[in-house]
């Protein structure tokens, strides 16, 4: 989407411009993170046609994943003592657990009646509903500054999506609280607890889904410059 590539941009020229000028006041910084995330059951409109060797019939359905595990990387720069931004990118698998709704669905072998659930192995082609997500996005960070070696902190962020079966990048955006600790002046620890929301796309079956909204609870790693 054009307003979040824009988004991205700026982003990335303002990291960039804060890197050229840094001085000893301020402070570069990556970190790794690792959460497990778990995904709401994504909703489709009544669909009837064909794709991906799946015919279906007035077919409604409730998607349920499995929770996941997700990998990220963040870099960004502290602009003030209070506020930094950063980049960050993100990916993790969605895997179907089953499916609820109505309506029918066939392989061309077995055609199934969705008016009971639908779970995982029912279907030769199964795998047909898994996506891999990679998020790209643009944070920003806000630190409450204590007396101590722990700062809590709440962010937000703004980007894109790329799902494997699904065409083209969807907008994305996130918030995020969390705390992290100093471990020393240059290593340091956290926590965070993360909303996302991707706008719903539609798969190569020619399914539309609605917003996929994941939550995750994670830890990170981080050096700062």
């Known amino acids: 989407m ?3 590539k824009t988004f991205l941009k700026v982003g990335t020229s303002l990291m960039l411009t804060a890197f050229a000028a840094s001085n000893a006041s ?10 497990m995330v778990d995904v709401k059951d994504v909703s489709t409109p009544v669909y009837s046609g064909s794709g991906g060797g799946f015919t279906f019939s007035s077919f409604k359905a409730s998607v349920k994943y ?9 870099a960004g720069y502290r602009f003030t003592p209070n506020f930094r931004a950063g980049l960050s990118y993100t990916a993790f698998s969605l895997d179907m657990k089953s499916i609820n709704g ?9 055609i199934v009646d969705l ?17 891999n997500v990679k998020l790209t996005m643009a944070q920003a960070y806000w ?3 204590m007396d101590s070696a722990i700062t809590p902190y709440v962010g937000i962020g703004l980007g894109q999506a790329k799902i494997s079966n699904a065409s083209g990048t969807h907008g994305a955006t996130s918030f ?7 471990i020393n002046e240059n290593n340091y620890l956290g926590v965070r607890y993360n ?13 539309t889904y609605q917003d996929i909204e994941a939550n995750s609870i994670g830890i990170t790693y981080g050096y700062r410059f």
Do not use: C
Not at 117 to 123: A, E, F, H, I, N
Not at 176 to 182: E, L, V
């Open 2 to 4: 054009p307003i979040t």
């Open 26 to 35: 301020a402070e570069m910084y990556i970190e790794g993170q690792l959460s």
């Open 66 to 74: 499995d929770d996941t595990t997700s990998l990220g990387v963040e």
């Open 102 to 110: 109505s309506g029918k669905i066939s392989d061309g072998t077995t």
């Open 115 to 131: 008016s009971t659930s639908l779970t995982r192995g029912q279907l030769s082609g199964d795998s047909s509903f898994d996506n």
């Open 143 to 145: 630190d409450f500054q």
């Open 176 to 182: 995020t609280i969390g705390a992290n600790y100093d």
């Open 195 to 207: 909303m996302t929301k991707v706008d719903g796309p539609t798969d190569t079956l020619g399914i």
